[in-house]
């Protein structure tokens, strides 16, 4: 095995997971494709890298992750299995959704169907919902966070890292820092407001919509 963090990896969770190889890597977290030993089913893990588990913003950011996506029990939220911290690997353990992405399908088909588009505005805006009723704020929607279901093609929201519950007095961010994709920020958003609300995500799946249709 030549990943040094890979090694790291199976070396703490080894005895309860079989990581087979990397199928992500975003800018604070890597992901494998693993078989739960003990159940016998195919699931995700994330991990934060060591060169970033150092950081105790980092970190708390990536264990609110867990710890936020964990609450949020939803047909079109990605369910959290389990989550951990051994020998300096933070992790977390969600179930695996084959199919790809949405940035996936839309790199070979620009403009979806008008039904398509349809349905999966409708799924997404639902999982929002759930998330919001529970003043939880995803921050990024865009296609890379929205799954599609192998077969079935029902989208499911993913990546709530920089999501922060609306709590007095949390602060995942660095004040006056925007956190998110430019891209599909809301304008409140993209100034640095820590005061938005579901409709900062509402506007963001306004401009994923756009997009898709045009």
């Known amino acids: 095995m030549s990943d040094p963090l890979q090694e790291r990896v199976v070396a703490a969770i080894g005895e309860q997971y079989e990581i087979e190889r990397e199928i992500g890597r975003g800018g604070m977290s890597v992901v494998y494709r ?30 609110r992750e867990a710890q936020t996506s964990a609450q949020l029990a939803h ?36 403009r979806l169907p008008l039904a398509r588009v349809r349905a999966i505005l409708v799924e997404v805006a639902d999982a929002l919902a759930c998330a919001h009723l529970r003043g939880v704020i995803h921050r990024d929607i865009k296609p890379d966070n929205i799954l599609l279901e192998e077969g079935s093609g029902r989208a499911i929201v993913t990546d709530f890292g920089i999501a922060r519950a609306i709590e007095a007095g949390t602060r995942l961010t660095v004040t ?29 799946l306004g401009v994923l919509g756009y997009q898709m249709l045009t």
């Open 34 to 63: 693993a078989r739960d030993r003990r159940l016998n089913r195919l699931v995700a893990i994330k991990v934060l890298p060591p060169e970033l588990a150092y950081d105790p913003a980092i970190r708390s950011r990536f264990t």
């Open 75 to 110: 047909p079109h939220i990605v369910p959290i299995y389990d989550v951990g911290d051994r020998h300096g690997i933070a992790y977390f353990v969600m179930a695996i959704v084959g199919g790809g992405n949405l940035a996936d399908m839309l790199a070979h088909e620009p």
């Open 176 to 204: 006056g820092n925007a956190v998110g994709t430019p891209t599909y920020m809301s304008p409140e958003q993209a100034m640095g407001d820590r005061e938005i609300d579901g409709r900062s995500d509402v506007y963001s």
